[in-house]
């Protein structure tokens, strides 16, 4: 059973960083792109980063303008976000997700409040 | 980029009813790219379909997805108490390589 488990979140003061993580379990970790898509408080989903399966390839979202970083290290199977410079619309629940054309697994999400 | 709008944002049917749920793009995209999702209250995203009308593994066949170009829709053929959630299109873009939600229809019941 594909299980992605997200942690780190938590309240953190504008300008702060973070680190997330997701814990990948129950298929090849290493044989797939991955991603972070986020959803504000009663709002829609928004992609986040992607990261291919050898972390050759890296994308972000045009509003991060530079302040996250996606990593993974395949041998812990395992996904990161550092989020830098934190404002408050960053304020989410960041879902980790499994997928190159379609996010096709889910985890439960982790929720990054940001708030003074 | 390519922006999705999804119609209608809200749309409120009984159980048993026709759901059609439509999503445009603003432009021509691949059906290849093209995925629906759904989402309840308080859980994550679910894959339903994929490829624009394929469903996910589990996926009852009382949905279904088709369109092509920029025109789109999900249908639910039959709605069951259960199917009651916010229901997402989302498309792959490759240039660059970024994933692309549409707003939103939430689906409640009458």
């Known amino acids: 059973e594909v299980q992605l488990v997200e942690s780190g979140g938590g309240l953190v003061k504008p300008g702060g960083s973070l680190r997330l993580s997701c814990a990948a379990s129950g298929f090849i970790f290493s044989s797939y792109t991955m991603n972070w898509v986020r959803q504000a408080p009663g709002k829609g989903l928004e992609w986040v980063s992607s990261?291919?399966?050898?972390?050759?390839?890296?994308y972000y979202a045009d509003s991060l303008r530079g302040r996250f970083t996606i990593s993974r290290d395949n041998a812990e199977n395992s996904l990161y976000l550092q989020m830098n410079s934190v404002r408050v619309d960053d304020t989410a629940v960041y879902y980790c997700?499994?997928?190159?054309?379609?996010?096709?697994?889910w985890g439960q999400g982790t929720l990054v409040t940001v708030s003074s | 980029e390519i922006v999705l709008t999804q119609s209608p944002g809200a749309l409120s049917l009984s159980p048993g009813e026709r759901a059609t749920l439509s999503c445009r793009a603003s432009?021509?995209?691949?059906?290849?790219?093209l995925a629906w999702f759904q989402q309840k209250p308080g859980q994550a995203p679910r894959l339903l379909i994929r490829?624009?009308?394929t469903r996910a593994t589990g996926i009852p066949d009382r949905f279904s997805g088709s369109g092509s170009g920029t025109d789109f829709t999900l249908t639910i053929s039959r709605l069951e108490p259960e199917d009651f959630a916010v229901y997402y299109c989302q498309q792959y873009g490759t240039s660059p390589p970024m994933y692309t939600f549409g707003q939103g229809t939430k689906l409640e019941i009458k």
């Open positions: 490829g624009a009308s």
């Open positions: 997700t499994r997928g190159g054309w379609y996010p096709d697994y």
């Open positions: 432009q021509s995209i691949s059906s290849d790219y």
């Open positions: 990261i291919s399966s050898s972390s050759s390839y890296i």
